[in-house]
C-alpha cells in the first residue's frame, strides 16, 4: 500500500453501546491513498486514534473480499458508499475525492440495534433463516452430482438468489426498513429448487411470520434495496416471495 | 388468529390489500373518467346528464358505490396503518441519505401524494357527490351536476386546486398502477414491459383528462 496524499474530514458515528445515545465526531485524515480500500481507511484513522489515546472505531469487518457481507456501513447516505455491487471492503477511496467529507453512520433498524459505534446486531436475519431458511434432510455424504437432474436456467436463478450474504445493506437502504429482498432471495433459493419443494408452503409463512416478528418494515416496491445491494439481487424474487406467501398462506395444511 | 386474519394483518397481506383496493381504485376511474369526458360533446350536458343519471340512480351502481366509498376508507387506513408501522421500523433516521441514487422521489412519496390526494378528494365531493347525494336523500331529487360544474369551474383557485390534485394522481399512478402488480407477485419478464407502458399511459392520460375539464369551463371551451 503506497502512502497517499488524500485528506479527508470523517463524520463518524460513536456509540458507546445499545442503551446510550450515540453522536457523531469529527476525525480529520492525512495521507490517504486512493489505493486503500474503505476498511483500510478506518484501520489508518484507528491507529491514529490508539496514538492519541483515544477509543478506536468499533466495526465489523471479517473477509475483506466482498463475500462474509460483515462490513455493514452506511456512507454518504448509501449502504456500502458510492459503488454499485460492491460491499464497503470492496469500495476504494479512489472513489472519493481529495478534500472531502464522508459521514459513515451504521445500518438504521429498529430490528437491528445498534451494538457499538458502527457495529449493529443482525441475529434477527438468524432468526429468519431458523424459521424456515433451511431443507430438513440428513446431510451424510455428498449426493453424486447428478443424482436429481435441474435444468441449468433454474439452477442459475436459484444460485443468483442464493449469492445474497445477509449483508443488511437491503434493510438500510430501504425507506420502510425492509428486510422482504433477504427474505425473498432465501425463500427463493430452496423454492426454486427441488429438494426445496417438501417444506415450500410452511417455509414461506414462517419465515415472513419471523420477518414481522422481528419489526421490520413493509415492501414499498422502490426496488432500493435491489440497486443496492452489494450481490445485485434481483427484485423479482420479493414478487416470487409475494405468491409464494399467497399461495401456501390459502392452500398450506397449517391451519 | 385465523390463518385469514393471521395472512390480512402479516406485512405483505397488508400490502395486498393496499394493492387489491389500489386496482378497484384505478378501475373507478376509468368510470368516472369516461363519464365525465363526455362533457366534451359540448351538447349543453346533454349525453354527461344522461349517463349521471345512470350511475346516481341505477340500483347496481348505487349498490358498488357503497363499495367504493368502503374501498377508498380501507385503501386511506391502511396506507396510515402501513406508514406508521414503516416509520416506526427505523426509530433513529440516518443524518445522510441519498436515496435519489437508489429510487424515484415518487416511489418514496406515496404516502405525501395520497395525503395530497386525500385532502383533494374532500374538496372535491364536498363541490359534487356529497350535495347531490344528500339532495337525493332529503328529495329524492338529483341536482344539475352539469350546471353545478360550469358555476364552480369559474373560480380560477379550484381550477388550480384540481389541476393540483391531478398532478398528485398522476404520480401517485405512476408508481402505485406498477406497484400494485408486484405486491400481487405478477413480475414477470413476459408482461412487465405491458404492465409499465399501460402505467405510464394510464397515469398520463386520465389525470390529464380530468384536468381538462375545469380548464375548458374556465376558458370558455365547455360551455
Known amino acids: 500500500m503506497s502512502a497517499g496524499n488524500m485528506r479527508l474530514t470523517l463524520k463518524v458515528w460513536r456509540q458507546s453501546n445499545t442503551d446510550t445515545k450515540g453522536g457523531f465526531e469529527n476525525y480529520n485524515l492525512d495521507g490517504v491513498s486512493p489505493d486503500m480500500s474503505f476498511l483500510e481507511m478506518f484501520d489508518i484513522l484507528n491507529e491514529q486514534l490508539i496514538e492519541e489515546n483515544k477509543e478506536p472505531v468499533a466495526f465489523d469487518h471479517d473477509c475483506r473480499e466482498g463475500i462474509c457481507g460483515s462490513c455493514s456501513m452506511f456512507i454518504n447516505g448509501q449502504p456500502h458508499g458510492p459503488l454499485k455491487g460492491v460491499t464497503t471492503c470492496q469500495l476504494h477511496m479512489r472513489s472519493f475525492q481529495d478534500g472531502d467529507t464522508i459521514t459513515v453512520e451504521p445500518w438504521r433498524a429498529g430490528a437491528f440495534p445498534v451494538i457499538k459505534d458502527l457495529v449493529v446486531d443482525r441475529d434477527g436475519f438468524d432468526r429468519i433463516i431458523s424459521a424456515g431458511g433451511f431443507v430438513s434432510v440428513n446431510t451424510g455424504n455428498a449426493q453424486d452430482a447428478n443424482s436429481l437432474p435441474i435444468p441449468k436456467e433454474n439452477a442459475d436463478e436459484a444460485f443468483s438468489a442464493a449469492a445474497c450474504i445477509a449483508c443488511g445493506a437491503c434493510v438500510a437502504a430501504c425507506k420502510n426498513a425492509s428486510a422482504m429482498l433477504f427474505v425473498s432471495a432465501k425463500i427463493s433459493q430452496l423454492a426454486l429448487l427441488p429438494q426445496g419443494q417438501a417444506e415450500r408452503s410452511i417455509r414461506a409463512e414462517k419465515m415472513v411470520a419471523q420477518m414481522d416478528a422481528e419489526g421490520f418494515g413493509n415492501c414499498t416496491n422502490t426496488h432500493a434495496c435491489s440497486a443496492e445491494c452489494p450481490k445485485e439481487i434481483s427484485f423479482e424474487n420479493i414478487a416470487r416471495m409475494n405468491r409464494e406467501y399467497i399461495g401456501a398462506k390459502s392452500s398450506s395444511k397449517v391451519l | ?223
Open chain 2, 1 to 223: 388468529m385465523s390463518w385469514f386474519t393471521q395472512a390480512l394483518t402479516s406485512s405483505i397481506g397488508k400490502k395486498v390489500i393496499m394493492s387489491l383496493t389500489g386496482l378497484f381504485l384505478i378501475s373507478f376511474l376509468v368510470i368516472h373518467a369516461s363519464i365525465n369526458a363526455m362533457i366534451f360533446y359540448n351538447d349543453g350536458g346533454e349525453t354527461f346528464s344522461h349517463w349521471g343519471h345512470f350511475m346516481g340512480t341505477n340500483p347496481i351502481i348505487r349498490t358498488l358505490e357503497i363499495g367504493l366509498v368502503l374501498g377508498f376508507l380501507i385503501h386511506i387506513a391502511d396506507g396510515l396503518w402501513l406508514t406508521k408501522l414503516n416509520q416506526s421500523a427505523r426509530p433513529v433516521k440516518y443524518a445522510v441519505t441519498n436515496a435519489s441514487a437508489n429510487s424515484t422521489w415518487y416511489s418514496r412519496s406515496m404516502g405525501l401524494l395520497g395525503t395530497l390526494i386525500l385532502i383533494f378528494l374532500v374538496i372535491h365531493t364536498s363541490h359534487f357527490w356529497i350535495p347531490n347525494r344528500s339532495n337525493q336523500f332529503a328529495t329524492g331529487e338529483e341536482l344539475n351536476l352539469y350546471q353545478m360544474m360550469l358555476d364552480i369551474f369559474q373560480n380560477i383557485w379550484v381550477v388550480i386546486i384540481y389541476v393540483l390534485g391531478c398532478i398528485s394522481l398522476a404520480w401517485h399512478l405512476l408508481h402505485g398502477f406498477k406497484s400494485a402488480f408486484k405486491t400481487l407477485g405478477l413480475y414477470h419478464v413476459k408482461y412487465n414491459d405491458a404492465i409499465r407502458v399501460i402505467g405510464v399511459a394510464f397515469s398520463i392520460i386520465v389525470p390529464t383528462l380530468f384536468a381538462l375539464m375545469p380548464i375548458s369551463i374556465y376558458l370558455g371551451w365547455v360551455y
